[in-house]
């Protein structure tokens, strides 16, 4: 088989000495990034691209090191989950309804070994899920031209909002603010300069990776600030780890039904993560005839767990072969890959098969590592989750400055960056999503050399966007996403809330 | 109150406007007119901008609560000692300017005088050890050069 041998080549790259080193670096930040809360994935992964850019690591290495800390932030997740009944990030929401039961009823540590246990089936089978659909999607997208790209860089935006998307307009408009600023700078192929008003700063563009730190980790601190949450938490104490393997076997079948349902939904454009765990705790309620669901039945622990961890993997498929993330995390992956010179898409798997196949195989490796990591030292992270933000979030916004201040050696990008926070504060406020904003920045370039691309080839001709056959599915499927949400959003939205409220009324 | 989406969408209106007028004045560029030329893109830009902006006076959700003016102000300051940071990283030096900016922020997230100034002194001078020694990435001393 020629995906096997690829990937014991993968797996060459991953078991040298520096990409293991790099592996349990990513997978150690990711576990604390994931923990702690108001620190959410794309968040940490954000701060920490300026900082394996300046270092001048090498792209595998860099790669390696990112997606370790995705997947260890996946993992971080659950833990304050549990402990304080508050989701590290938006799809750890499902795991509060019966981990902090569960935690409150003296069963923390069995909680948080399940749930690791959970994560690890969750991320093993979905990236075996990858290893099999990513090339086959990738030799697919080779039959793309120009129209399609760009009917599928629309679909991207029309998505990203996703089921449970609130305002569809607001997504829309975050789409447009984001593209515009893409468009800053010197136009590439005429010359042209736009939107540069003569400063000789803003000839190459806003650099994505400043405004990213900036609308996520400035806006974060300055909520911190408004809402004087500094003083953090009170969490549920941990006891001593009593776990038989019956009780392991016992959530194993929903761990698997959880991870092949969050896999397809991390892959499905507009779904998600979020949707992933719901759908897995949902579905594992629904199946599972006697259980304590929402009283801390391990398996509604175990099924949102492998769900979100599945989608989170799951989500790594579009962003590799395609080159359109589904979401905010992947998003900050591909600003990434950009910002070294890679173009994910399916050229990727031909011309860099060293470079996926080595990411893939360090999966695999940072998942191991992960659960290792995570039964036996979870009380280390424990006890870093009960640091006050009062003192963390100076420091974390610390890091990011001197992050984006070693890229260049300017002030000017700190200040760029102070803007963007005040930006991201005032869209927050005013609902506008951030991931399109970043999303366009990201695909702006590629958006508008595909639309080129395609009216140069056809003359000027409007209709050679809706000519094949492919493009006309992939703009029914664009406009499907804008569309169903209106209608069932506020459906999806209320069962996810009723749920919630339920746990809180027994 | 539905007023943030009316103003937040006046104000997008105001740029989708100007964004799409000045993409018309681009110069024409070397080798003249083409079928796509560097405004085409951006024209579309403004007519979604605009059309959302729009929506968003017509049919605004409601409002989230800003906070009182006084926190207003205080995160204004809390801006302003961001890019005070920024400026004097150079003439100042990385370590002093840090620890104040760590110090300042902690203290109004709430923590005591002595334990902010700590976290300030502590962070700063660790950071610097380890992205200077460690990572080697050169951050400037400033007034500790000798």
Redesign the interface.
Do not use: Q
């Given at each position: 088989m020629d995906t096997m041998s690829l990937l014991m080549q993968g797996f060459a790259v991953a078991l040298t000495p520096e990409s293991i080193m790099f592996a349990v670096i990513g997978a150690i930040l990711g576990t604390l990034i994931g923990a702690l809360p108001g620190l959410g994935p794309a968040n940490g992964v954000a701060i920490l691209i300026p900082?394996a850019f300046?270092?001048g690591l090498s792209p595998t290495s860099s790669l390696i090191l990112l997606t370790s800390v995705y997947a260890g932030a996946m993992y971080g997740g659950r833990i304050s989950s549990i402990l304080l009944n508050i989701p590290g990030d938006e799809p750890a929401m499902m795991t509060c309804l019966d981990g902090y039961p569960m935690a409150v009823k003296g069963k923390a540590a069995e909680a948080l070994a399940i749930s690791a246990i959970a994560s690890f089936i969750g991320s093993f089978i979905a990236t075996i899920g990858l290893v099999i659909l990513a090339p086959i999607l990738a030799k697919f997208a080779l039959k793309f031209g120009p129209s399609e790209y760009f009917a599928l860089f629309a679909l991207a935006f029309a998505t990203l909002g996703g089921i449970t998307g609130?305002?569809q307009?607001?997504t829309?408009?975050a789409?447009?603010?984001g593209?515009?600023i893409a468009?800053v700078g010197i136009?590439i192929?005429?010359?042209?300069q736009?939107?540069t008003y003569n400063t000789l700063e803003l000839f190459e563009g806003i650099d994505f990776i400043i405004a990213i730190v900036g609308l996520f980790a400035?806006s974060e601190?300055?909520f911190?600030?408004?809402r004087?949450a500094?003083?953090g938490l009170k969490q549920v104490a941990i006891n001593k780890l009593k776990l038989s393997p019956k009780d392991i076997v016992k959530v194993l079948p929903a761990s698997f039904r959880g991870a092949v349902l969050g896999f397809v939904a991390g892959v499905l454009p507009g779904a998600g993560a979020s949707l992933g765990s719901f759908i897995s705790y949902t579905l594992e309620k629904r199946t599972s005839d006697k259980g304590e669901f929402g009283k801390g039945d391990p398996r509604g622990v175990a099924a949102p767990e492998a769900g979100n961890n599945g989608a989170a993997s799951g989500a790594l498929v579009p962003m590799l072969t395609l080159g359109v993330p589904g979401s905010g995390t992947t998003a900050v992956l591909l600003a990434m890959l950009i910002s070294l010179n890679i173009s994910p898409g399916p050229m990727l798997f031909q011309q860099n098969a060293d470079l996926v196949w080595g990411v893939i195989a360090a999966m695999f490796v940072g998942n191991l590592v992960l659960l290792l990591l995570n039964i036996p030292m979870v009380g280390i992270f424990v006890k870093l989750l009960s640091i006050?933000?009062?003192?963390l979030?100076?420091?974390v916004?610390?890091?990011a400055?001197?992050g984006i201040?070693?890229v260049s050696h300017s002030?000017l990008d700190?200040?760029f960056?102070?803007g963007f926070?005040?930006l991201g504060?005032i869209f927050r406020?005013?609902?506008?999503p951030l991931v399109p904003i970043i999303l366009g920045m990201l695909l702006g370039p590629e958006?508008?050399k595909s639309?080129?691309h395609a009216?140069?080839l056809s003359?000027?001709d409007w209709t050679v966007l809706f000519n094949s056959g492919l493009s006309i599915g992939l703009w029914t499927v664009a406009i499907l996403g804008l569309v169903l949400p209106i209608i069932i959003g506020p459906i999806v939205r209320a069962k996810m809330k009723r749920s919630k409220d339920t746990v809180k009324d027994s | 109150m539905r007023i943030n989406d009316r103003v937040f969408g006046m104000l997008m209106l105001i740029l989708a406007v100007v964004y799409g007028w000045e993409a018309t004045k681009f110069p024409i560029p070397f080798g003249g007119h083409e079928s796509v030329g560097p405004e085409t893109f951006p024209i579309m830009l403004s007519i979604i901008l605009g059309v959302s902006a729009i929506y968003l006076m017509v049919r605004p959700d409601e409002d989230e609560p800003w906070a009182p003016v006084a926190m207003l102000i205080e995160l204004g300051v809390v801006v302003i000692s961001m890019l005070a940071f920024a400026w004097a990283i150079e003439p100042i030096g990385f370590m002093p300017a840090a620890a104040l900016v760590v110090s300042f922020l902690s203290w109004r997230m709430g923590a005591s005088i002595a334990k902010s100034l700590i976290t300030g002194v502590t962070s700063s001078v660790v950071i610097f050890f380890l992205f200077n020694n460690v990572l080697e990435l050169a951050l400037p001393l400033g007034l500790l050069e000798f």
């Open positions: 900082l300046s270092l609130k305002n307009f607001k829309l408009m789409a447009a603010i593209l515009m468009t136009d192929s005429t010359g042209v736009r939107f400035i601190l300055l911190f600030l408004e004087h500094g003083d006050p933000p009062k003192y979030m100076p420091v916004t610390l890091i400055s001197v201040y070693s002030a700190l200040y960056m102070v926070g005040v504060y406020k005013v609902d506008i958006m508008e639309l080129r009216l140069v003359d000027g | -």
